[in-house]
């Protein structure tokens, strides 16, 4: 079974503050994502990376970055924290190859930004 | 510009019966389609996927229908439990849709109860 971990499941910090979300998995996966959830809006990417070292903007990067310094593991930064990121965020990953590849995702880190 | 829609923000269903969820896209270049069904605190699991070379495909309770022509798919969950309750999130990719490749686009998602 893919398990893909989050470091929190909640988290509360305050504006201004720099917040590090973590997710690791353990099946090898060249690639992982960052999504966030918000209610009526569906799932949002966020970053992707299909390896080391390497990441790309999703459909909303702004007033985030992300770090991928080894496979399994892959960083979401919030560089200054703002209330419009209280929100719900999901990390996945999959293997490339083809078009045909299902996203595993993690427990999610609900994230309430004060 | 959302490529993959989810018209219906919820559905209730009574226990037994059977639940109908819909979703369309409009990029013909989709060849990948997954259901993905998500509670409340939980990240989404993995429920059921079709590729588009065929039109149907089973697993236990559920089914999921793809109509090509009318770029159209459906999840049916027969008989429907209360433990389906959740959010289910319609997705798709492909390998030249004008994004990146692995990338899934998610629909907004319909939230399903299923009444005892």
């Known amino acids: 079974d893919v398990k893909v971990t989050q470091s929190s499941r909640y988290l509360v910090k305050r504006t201004g503050e720099k917040v590090f979300l973590e997710c690791v998995q353990d099946m090898d996966h060249e690639n992982m994502f960052w999504y966030r959830q918000d209610p009526g809006l569906g799932l949002r990417l966020i970053y992707f990376s299909y390896d080391v070292k390497m990441k790309e903007k999703g459909d909303i990067p702004e007033g985030y970055s992300v770090s991928r310094e080894k496979k399994e593991r892959f960083s979401l930064i919030l560089e200054s924290a703002s209330t419009n990121q209280t929100s719900m965020y999901l990390c996945?990953?999959?293997?490339?190859?083809?078009?045909?590849?299902?996203?595993?995702f993690g427990p999610g880190t609900r994230l309430l930004v004060l | 510009d959302q490529q993959v829609k989810q018209n219906s923000p919820s559905l209730s269903v009574q226990e037994g019966r059977i639940s109908i969820l819909n979703c369309d896209y409009t990029?013909?270049?989709?060849?990948?389609f997954l259901w993905y069904k998500k509670y409340p605190a939980e990240g989404p699991t993995f429920l059921i996927s079709?590729?588009?070379?065929?039109d149907k495909n089973e697993d236990g309770r559920f089914t999921v229908f793809l109509n090509k022509s009318a770029k159209h798919l459906s999840l049916h969950i027969v008989p429907s439990q209360p433990g389906d309750s959740a959010v289910y999130f319609c997705a798709a990719s492909g390998f030249n849709y004008g994004g990146s490749q692995g990338n899934l686009i998610f629909g907004k998602g319909t939230k399903l109860s299923v009444k005892p």
């Open positions: 990029n013909s270049m989709f060849d990948y």
């Open positions: 079709i590729s588009s070379i065929k």
């Open positions: 996945a990953s999959s293997l490339p190859g083809t078009s045909q590849e299902t996203q595993y």
